[in-house]
């Protein structure tokens, strides 16, 4: 009884010490977080190059990725489009640093989780105010605009772009592509 009771005793004080160290963990993410709505969004580090989505998903751009993540989808359109994005991959260019980028990537990529694509797919790719990485990621792309969502076909043949903002709507601007209709992006030649 006496040895119970003292395991007991141990590990309800091992558990409180690991209770204090998340308590002061929280408390620190949530000063991060009124520093994050403390600052403008233009005030942020930019990401340059190839990123993972949690990178605009976590600190210090949290805030404006989960404003713009919230975004209404067209339930109609998501049973069409997670059939015609089959086989098929995403490339995006985008700014941290750009309004239009804070908006429809966030947006994006709700749509692309509630169809379950396989985020393995896209290649994120986050540029320089003068749209450049020094890896060159745009080379050959033809990136005046951002963002710029490619989706390509399972040969890596581009088959469409949105540039800055979507015609329509992104649903049906994917729909579109992905499906082989005419598409005509914002600020074609």
């Known amino acids: 009884m006496k040895r119970t009771l003292l395991t007991l005793l141990v590990v309800t004080f091992i558990l409180s010490c690991g209770?204090?160290?998340?308590?002061?963990?929280t408390?620190?993410?949530?000063?991060?977080?009124?520093?994050?709505?403390?600052?403008?969004?233009?005030?942020?580090?930019?990401?340059?190059?190839?990123?993972?989505?949690?990178?605009?998903?976590?600190?210090?751009?949290?805030?404006?990725?989960?404003?713009?993540y919230r975004y209404n989808l067209n339930q109609q359109k998501l049973g069409p489009l997670k059939s015609a994005l089959e086989?098929?991959?995403?490339?995006?260019?985008?700014?941290?640093?750009?309004?239009?980028?804070?908006?429809?990537?966030?947006?994006?990529?709700?749509?692309?989780?509630?169809?379950?694509?396989?985020?393995?797919?896209?290649?994120?790719?986050?540029?320089?105010?003068?749209?450049?990485?020094?890896?060159?990621?745009?080379?050959?792309?033809?990136?005046?605009?951002?963002?710029?969502v490619i989706v390509y076909d399972s040969n890596n043949i581009e088959l469409g772009r949105i540039v800055e903002y979507p015609i329509e709507s992104l649903e049906s601007d994917l729909l579109k592509i992905a499906t082989g209709q005419e598409y005509t992006p914002a600020y074609s030649e």
């Open 87 to 148: 086989g098929k991959t995403i490339t995006i260019f985008m700014g941290t640093w750009c309004e239009d980028s804070r908006t429809q990537v966030p947006a994006l990529l709700n749509i692309l989780e509630a169809i379950a694509y396989d985020t393995s797919k896209i290649t994120l790719i986050t540029m320089s105010k003068d749209k450049d990485t020094p890896e060159g990621y745009e080379d050959g792309k033809n990136i005046q605009y951002v963002p710029t």
């Open 19 to 25: 209770n204090k160290e998340k308590e002061a963990e």
């Open 27 to 68: 408390e620190e993410m949530q000063k991060e977080i009124k520093v994050m709505e403390d600052t403008h969004p233009d005030d942020l580090p930019v990401l340059i190059g190839k990123q993972e989505i949690k990178a605009i998903k976590s600190p210090p751009y949290t805030k404006w990725f989960m404003e713009n």
